[in-house]
């Protein structure tokens, strides 16, 4: 039973390179969530998406895209990294819509840019 | 204001002891509360929750307790288990969207053997 998926682990980029996160869920939820959490802080969403084609900005979105492919695939895209965005990367989805719904969780991307 | 705020960065108790981990919040429009479990190197996962219309939710070792005068609710685990070392994030819908989830910083709880 797999989950929640995400690809790579880890990432190594240089300041301006682009590069994809990938998540992929298996459990035929609507709702998809990306989160960073960096060190001393709660996790802050990034963007969400209800459904396939839908995705709405979250608390730090900026520098960053997304996209729902279909129901079980959502990647996060950066253009151009930026130091600032050296982080943990958690995808997460939910059964349904609310926030108040738990949500599951992938074991995270670290993503370090020089 | 919509905060969540773990004040403990970190708790060390004994085995077999009660751990309390607490969590203020600032908005009185919160109605919502859930907590997760980290381990290391992997991806939070949920513990338990409470309504705002409760005051108590027990689920086996676990029971939340939620003080809405004072803002305040906190994790209860007894007894507590090696097992139960992690990160504990409590965390509220926000009031203004239906999305969006409020994070407090955790709290690292160590169980001593």
């Known amino acids: 039973n797999a989950g929640v998926t995400q690809t790579p682990k880890f990432q190594v980029l240089k300041t301006g390179q682009s590069m994809t996160l990938q998540c992929a869920q298996d459990?035929?939820?609507?709702?998809m969530y990306w989160y960073r959490q960096d060190p001393g802080m709660g996790l802050r969403l990034i963007y969400y998406?209800?459904?396939?084609?839908?995705?709405d900005k979250g608390e730090v979105p900026n520098g960053y895209n997304v996209s729902r492919l279909n129901k079980r695939e959502f990647s996060l895209r950066l253009e151009s990294a930026a130091p600032s965005q050296t982080s943990v990367y958690f995808c997460?989805?939910?059964?349904?819509?609310?926030?108040?719904?738990?949500?599951?969780f992938g074991d995270g991307t670290r993503l370090s840019i020089l | 204001d919509q905060q969540v705020k773990q004040n403990s960065p970190s708790l060390s108790v004994q085995e077999g002891r009660i751990s309390i981990l607490n969590c203020d919040y600032t908005?009185?429009?919160?109605?919502?509360f859930l907590w997760y479990k980290k381990y290391p190197a992997e991806g939070p996962t949920f513990l338990i929750s409470?309504?705002?219309i409760k005051d108590k939710n027990e689920d086996g070792r676990f029971t939340v307790f939620l003080n809405k005068s004072a803002k305040h609710l906190s994790l209860h685990i007894v007894p507590s288990q090696p097992g139960d070392s992690a990160v504990y994030f409590c965390?509220?819908?926000?009031?203004?969207?239906?999305?969006?989830?409020?994070w407090g910083a955790g709290t690292k709880l160590i169980i001593k053997p």
């Open positions: 997460a989805s939910s059964e349904g819509s609310l926030s108040n719904q738990p949500q599951h």
């Open positions: 459990m035929n939820h609507n709702s």
């Open positions: 998406s209800a459904s396939e084609g839908t995705t």
């Open positions: 908005n009185s429009m919160f109605d919502y």
């Open positions: 409470i309504s705002s």
């Open positions: 965390a509220a819908p926000a009031a203004d969207s239906n999305y969006q989830l409020i």
